[in-house]
């Protein structure tokens, strides 16, 4: 059974139907991509798998598990972790607090062992602090931690969001528009990260990008999507020769 | 590696070392020129409201600071705590040795407020937005209003509780607890001795401020300045928001009780009028001059605050008028760019070149991208 198996979800918003059969099927360590003109639903198809939407049809199973419109904790904790299109990091602390927040449900203790600093609240975080900085080893950005992390340049800041949604140890893990805003020498460098991500923690990893070089170099499966409807599905070199992707891509809004 | 995360810690022992070490400093002065009879009596009746209000500030400045909501009823659970504190104060605590008697007021001078606290918080909280300032203010004014129509009082028959005075009548004899408008008044004090009552409050900030501080440094603080920085990201790493808010909501309406008692014992009177937004808006004036998220900046502000009025009582014509200007001041020095640069190259200087920043090439190509990345942002 497929780690992650998605069948008919669709939902609608007021009138729109925004997303409609869409169906996608994950195994663990392997990489797929989800692409598709501006607007086709991407990022709502995303929403919808992280829980921050309710899918209107449809189903989403994780693992043996049913998360089917289940809140956004339920989903965390069930192993799906994303990064946003526009950076959300929690600006005003610490690199290394970004991470640690980010293990909110994996190592846990209650509020009054933080306030008696006993020694679970200790014990804790120090095994927190731990495994903070080895995943910010990682990325090459351990040396920062002590950074507020608005002062992150802006590609560090993207590995920090990749680094905090794998501190929370996803099986899955969903990334949106990781390459977006990156210069070429970034976006290289990211390609060879998110390989590692994949390779290192043997997870499964869906991306959204418009940077088409890097989809198509970076992933094994893809899935275009326009007007909330799939067009296409397989792999890069087939996808990219498929007559509607090509229609969609220059028949809709360019980017 | 490891040092680096010890780093992080550091800063936060700062915060830990700089804060009771200023509580300690304020203590022992007071205390050494109390001991040399030193203050006068308006100095000594302003030992208390200083450490009443510190309490108010650290505790509104959990939710106003470090959450992120703004809350402008923070008087109300000052007067609920009060309340709850002096009725039992006066009637059932009457017979107790005080030190028993004094720990149990507080005790339920903080439940009291904790329960208004979940009282509105619970509906109110799980919303985004700014719906809690609205309705704490709305509450604020409710609960006032309130409290100076009702009548409590004990006798032989049990306990009466009206809302209009026509229908409230006790045994001749028999003392009522609340009288509608009316202040409740002849609250004996802490202690007949002025700086036992002081250290009385000494100890609540104390507490106050190191749960305020240990709850930040762990990994609820984490949850809750997580929401305030990024709600969507928040709830996306699976932190439940509602649940965060509440606890910084309701830990700082019980403080907020345990200020209102100290508070009314030392005045030995409970006017609910005084209660009112003004006094919300006083405590969080004192939270924005200290600084959001700042626990020493919040009891600086609030000592000063409470210190400058007084201070300026002989100049009364102005008195307004130069509270204001210190205001305005403060907020300059706080804020005003210029002012900031100035106090990061003292700070800068005071802790030699460890202090790193990024590098400004770096910089200037992420303003770029983030430029024309805000461009792109469409779905």
Known sequence: MALLEVTNLGISFGGLQAVSGFELEIESGHLYGLIGPNGAGKTTAFNMLTGMYVPSQGNIVLDGVDITGKSPEFISKA????????????????????????????????????????????????????????????????????????????????????????????????????????????????????????????????????????????????????????????????????????????????? | ??????????????????????????????????????????????????????????????????????????????????TAGVVFYNSAGLNMPQVLRVIITLVIGAAAAGLFG????????????????????????????????????????GIHLAFDQGSFRLEPGAKPLIKGAQPISGINKISPDMMVSFTVGIVLLILTVAFVLNLMNSRAGRAITAIRDDEIAAKSIGINLTRYKLMAFISSAVFAGLAGVIYVLNLSTLDFKKYDYNLSINVLVMVVLGGMGNVPGSIIAAALLT????????????????????????????????????????????RGKNAQEPEGGEKADTEFFEAKKQGKEDE
């Open chain 1, 79 to 255: 192993g799906i972790a994303r990064t946003f299109q526009n950076i959300r990091l929690f600006k005003g602390m610490s690199v290394l607090d970004n991470v640690k927040v980010g293990m909110h449900n994996r190592v846990t203790y209650s509020m009054w062992h933080g306030i008696f600093r006993d020694g679970v609240f200790r014990d804790r975080e120090r095994q927190m602090d731990k495994k903070a900085m080895d995943l910010l080893d990682v990325f090459g950005i351990a040396d920062k931690a002590d950074y507020v992390a608005s002062q992150l340049p802006y590609g560090e800041q993207r590995k920090l969001e990749i680094c905090r949604a794998l501190a929370s140890d996803p099986k899955l893990l969903l990334l949106d528009e990781p390459a977006a805003g990156m210069n070429p020498n970034e976006t290289l460098e990211l390609r060879e990260t998110v390989r590692k991500v994949r390779d290192d923690f043997n997870i499964a990893i869906l991306l959204i990008e418009h940077d088409m070089k890097f989809v198509m170099g970076i992933c094994e499966e893809i899935t275009v999507l326009e007007y909330g409807k799939i067009i296409a599905h397989g792999d890069p070199e087939s996808v990219s020769n498929d007559p509607r992707v090509i229609a969609a891509y220059l028949g809709g809004d360019d980017d």
């Open chain 2, 118 to 157: 979940v009282i509105v918080g619970v509906p109110v909280l799980r919303f985004s937005g700014d719906y809690l300032a609205i309705v704490t203010l709305a509450f604020c004014q409710i609960l006032k209003n309130v409290l100076s129509t009702t009548y409590l009082g004990v006798d032989s028959a």
């Open chain 2, 307 to 350: 210190f400058l009025p007084e201070l300026l009582r002989n100049f009364s014509q102005y008195r307004m008028f130069i509270y204001s200007i210190v205001l305005i001041v403060i907020m300059l020095f706080n804020q005003a760019p210029a002012f900031v640069q100035l106090r990061q190259r003292l700070t800068a200087k005071i």
């Open chain 2, 1 to 82: 590696m490891a040092k680096k995360g010890g780093n992080n810690r550091k800063k936060s022992t700062r915060t830990y070392i700089f804060s009771f070490a200023l509580i300690l400093v304020f203590w022992a002065v007071v205390e050494i020129l109390g001991h040399m009879n030193m203050l006068s009596s308006k100095m000594l009746g302003l030992l208390i409201p200083i450490c009443a209000y510190a309490i108010m500030a650290v505790s509104l400045n959990l939710v106003v600071g470090f959450l992120g909501e703004l809350s402008l009823g923070h008087a109300a659970f000052m007067l609920a705590g009060a």
